[in-house]
């Protein structure tokens, strides 16, 4: 089974058909910082497809596997894009594994917008609609235990760990976040 029942999968957005040949071409997926679900260090990613798809809007057809994760700026993400307003902003880039396909779609059927949606392996395999990957009852329970769990995993400060996290700074950056050497 693909994937496999208990793997933890956001579901995402995918805003125009350009996103789609970004991940299956160069690999990689973009989340903007300020718009970020708090877990991202998840197994798997599935992609649902907006109205920009046309006769294959509205429905996730594929997944990739997620295999790590980094901050960049928009600008370092898509250097063809020198100008966009959103350039200096930080993004996630998803590093992914190869783009699969369902076997059957999943429709949005009353679903239109959708931002991000976790789910299971389980219940992606079951899924007609995307109304049929939203986890109830006690497994929601489970799914969130998992999310927290995962979010501990790789976060690099852990509440309760005993000490704050060492931070490197070169002179330079510390300079500027102290505000020293600031013209005024």
């Known amino acids: 089974m693909f994937p496999p029942s208990n793997s933890l999968i956001l579901v995402t957005v995918l805003p125009s058909p350009r996103d789609l ?3 299956r071409l160069l690999g990689w997926y973009r989340i903007p910082l300020r718009k970020a679900p708090k877990v991202i260090a998840v197994d798997y990613l599935a992609f649902y497809q907006t109205a920009a798809f046309e006769e ?3 429905q996730i057809e594929t997944v990739a596997s997620v295999r790590g994760h980094e901050l960049l700026t928009r600008a370092e993400l898509l250097s063809d894009e020198p100008h966009h307003p959103r350039r200096n ?3 996630y880039k998803i590093q992914l594994g190869a783009l699969e396909t369902l ?3 999943i429709i949005a ?3 239109k917008r959708i931002t991000f949606l976790y789910t299971t392996g389980e219940y992606l395999s079951h899924a007609r ?3 049929d990957l939203v986890v109830h009852s006690e497994e929601r329970k ?3 235990h998992a999310l927290r769990e995962r979010e501990m995993q790789t976060s690099p400060y852990q509440a309760g760990a005993g000490s704050l996290p060492e931070i490197d700074l ?3 950056m510390l300079a500027a976040l102290l505000g020293i050497g600031k013209q005024g």
Do not use: R
């Open 89 to 91: 902003e930080e993004y």
């Open 56 to 58: 294959n809007k509205w």
């Open 109 to 111: 059927d009353k679903w």
């Open 103 to 105: 076997d059957h779609p």
């Open 21 to 23: 040949d970004i991940v």
């Open 142 to 144: 489970t799914l969130w």
């Open 170 to 172: 070169d002179p330079l």
């Open 129 to 131: 609609t995307i109304n």
